[in-house]
């Protein structure tokens, strides 16, 4: 299965309460635009269901970042590179992490200037860095991504994310014009995350939700039914790992939902991840929500974020109409190597059909129908993998020095 990034919400939510603002007095602070420029764009990279970004710090170091609505400052997962940055640190801070992990320690720099393609300067911004790289953003996305970064962007531009074209065009808000094309929708912003209202149905039962947008997340959707009033869990729905957190896996179901609906939009059998209770729940609580819409639901459209106005604009993607698919192989994958170029299975589904081929976790997969890391990306093998139900997959492995071909066919599961 895919690498779901489903921990970043609960790891977030942790640290938000930890960081703030350290401008004062008359000091510039945040980003701002070239005078008298009306937008900038600049492309971006998808990495499961991901918006990647390059982010240049202290005019010195070009790093990539997540793109993410739910994070409210800045994250470096990697200390190495604030070390060699020589940033200012303030503090260090250990944050308890309730039946999540023991615990997390961080440092709080200030000062650090960050820079994004066209000329758009942050000054004196906060920064959060982690003393352990926690995430393993690299390995989940197969690609050097050190960083996360979201309502320091969000809240001073109108940001549009196109995903059919891979750019992303900031607006100075004061010059900004609506594409005529696009569906108007409200939002509201909380603190500083967004959130908005939709519809589920199931079984003939329908429940409102209040769910936040999650550009941090590769799901289409995850919901605490916990928390919703009259519908349940889809009755068809298959036990796996959603993902990895800090501390080890994920567990959950995985079903579909007979309908969502967003405003004038319909979604038919939409994928739904809900973790099993336990203390990422009680941290999605901490964030006052009942789950995400992420990734892989946003990229049916084309994005503008608008929250000084409370409104997003959503015009449909070339996606719009793709089915929703999950992963039919039964296994998850890593990028490892200092060059993120080998295959490494980090988790078997018992019964699934890699593990019926006798696929076992540790495996190096040197190549998937002709397929490696050297070609391709991550994102590109796991399309792969979720491609067809019934396609022959090719692998060729080595264990413990021994080669090994092994052939099974991916088979649809939910």
């Known amino acids: 299965m895919r690498n779901p990034i489903v921990s970043l919400v609960a790891f977030i ?74 940033v200012n640190y303030i503090r260090e801070i250990t944050i ?19 820079s994004l393609p066209g000329g758009v300067i942050g000054h004196n911004m906060s920064m959060l860095v982690l003393k352990e790289d926690y ?12 960083g996360i970064i979201g309502y320091d962007i969000f809240s001073r531009f109108i940001v549009d ?22 569906v108007e929708v409200p939002i509201s912003i909380r603190g500083t995350k967004p959130f908005i209202n939709a519809s589920i149905t199931q079984d003939g039962k329908k429940a409102n939700l209040d769910i936040m947008i999650d550009t941090g997340a590769s799901h289409a959707a995850l919901i605490d039914y916990n928390y919703l009033d009259g519908v349940d869990l889809p009755e068809k729905t298959i036990t796996t790992r959603l993902g990895r957190g800090i501390a080890g896996e994920i ?24 973790p099993f209770e336990g203390a990422y729940n009680k941290l999605i609580k901490r964030g006052a929500r009942v789950g995400t819409f992420g990734g892989e639901l946003l990229n049916r459209f084309n994005v503008t974020f608008d929250y000084a106005s409370e409104k997003i604009y959503l015009t449909k993607s070339d996606k719009h109409k793709d089915p929703f698919e999950f992963d039919m192989s039964g296994m998850a994958l890593n990028a490892i190597g200092p060059s993120l170029d080998t295959l490494k299975v980090v988790n078997v589904d018992k019964g699934g059909p890699a593990f019926q081929a006798d696929i076992r976790e540790g495996d190096i997969i040197k190549s998937i129908n002709g397929r490696s890391l050297r070609s391709h990306t991550l994102s590109e093998i796991y399309s792969l993998l979720q491609s067809k139900d019934g396609k022959k997959i090719k692998c060729k492995i080595l264990r413990d020095g021994e080669k090994l071909k092994i052939k099974f066919r991916l088979k649809r599961v939910i």
């Open 13 to 86: 939510l942790l640290l938000n309460t930890c960081l703030y603002s350290t401008a004062s007095g008359q000091k510039e602070f945040g980003f701002k635009m070239p005078e008298d420029v009306r937008k900038i764009e600049f492309p971006f990279e998808q990495h499961n269901n991901l918006i990647i970004i390059p982010i240049t710090i202290n005019r010195f170091l070009t790093l990539k970042f997540i793109l993410d609505t739910g994070v409210e400052n800045a994250i470096l997962t990697e200390k190495l590179y604030a070390d060699i940055l020589d």
């Open 96 to 114: 308890d992490g309730p039946g999540l992990v023991d615990s997390v320690e961080a440092y709080i720099a200030n000062e650090v200037t960050f």
């Open 135 to 146: 995430l393993k953003l690299s390995e989940n996305l197969g690609d050097d991504v050190h």
């Open 161 to 182: 994310i196109n995903y059919d074209d891979n750019v992303i065009t900031l607006y100075n808000p004061a010059k900004f014009k609506k594409n005529r094309r696009s």
């Open 251 to 274: 567990p959950g179901h995985v079903g579909r939902m007979d309908s969502v609906t967003i405003n004038c939009f319909d979604f038919n059998k939409m994928l739904v991840s809900a």
